[in-house]
């Protein structure tokens, strides 16, 4: 038990279990958190310090370290997965659970008039630690920040219908 919640066996012994498998190996009976390399699982796992501003069973969220805002939020998955295309179902939905709970309070706390929500999925995009994340921003008229279509250039070539037909035959 720590700070009243309960821990798995995993994440009350990330160094214990980092420094067997830098001795001995990758353990043969059991599959590594990747916990060593993985910032947000450190965090995640109480190794490495973050600001947390909640914690639940399948989810954590804390304040990011390099805010693009006061108030700016990341909320990621307990379980290590890189890309959102790769989270199990039950993750995702607390994953976004936890994204609407926390929207209201983080702008209500910081007196923003709106928040920024988005993911930066794959490395192409600009995703810096491959553990899915949630950044939620705080946004305030005139703030000098534009919105999601500000970050693309319009370099469209396809028609939407062939585009979308495309997708739908994917999708099935
Ligand atoms: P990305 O570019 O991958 O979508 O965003 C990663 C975010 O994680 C960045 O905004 C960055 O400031 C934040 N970040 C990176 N390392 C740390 C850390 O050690 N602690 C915290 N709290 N945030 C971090
Ligand atoms: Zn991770």
């Known amino acids: 038990m720590v700070g ?8 009350r012994n990330i160094t214990w ?3 067997l498998e830098l001795t001995l190996g990758p353990s043969p009976v059991y599959v590594s958190p990747m916990t060593t390399s993985c910032i947000f699982c450190r965090i995640v796992g109480g190794e490495v310090p973050a600001e947390v ?7 954590v969220a804390f304040l990011d370290v390099q805010p693009l805002a006061d108030g700016h939020v990341l909320i ?4 290590h997965v890189a890309a959102v295309e790769e989270l199990e179902p039950a993750a995702a939905a607390a994953l976004f659970q936890t994204v609407l709970r926390l929207a209201g ?4 706390a910081l007196g923003a008039a709106g928040t920024t929500i988005g993911i930066n999925n794959g490395a192409a995009t600009g995703q810096t630690i491959p553990h ?6 705080p946004r305030w008229p005139d703030d000098g920040a534009g919105s999601i279509h500000t970050i ?3 370099r469209t070539r396809r028609p939407l219908g062939e585009v979308a037909a495309a997708i739908r035959r994917v999708v099935g």
Do not use: D
């Open 53 to 59: 501003v909640a914690r639940e069973p399948e989810v």
């Open 17 to 19: 279990i980092a420094w």
């Open 152 to 154: 693309f250039p319009r």
């Open 105 to 108: 309070p983080v702008r209500e």
């Open 4 to 11: 009243g919640v309960n821990y798995p066996f995993w994440e």
């Open 132 to 137: 899915v994340h949630v950044h939620i921003v």
């Open 76 to 79: 990621v998955p307990r379980a």
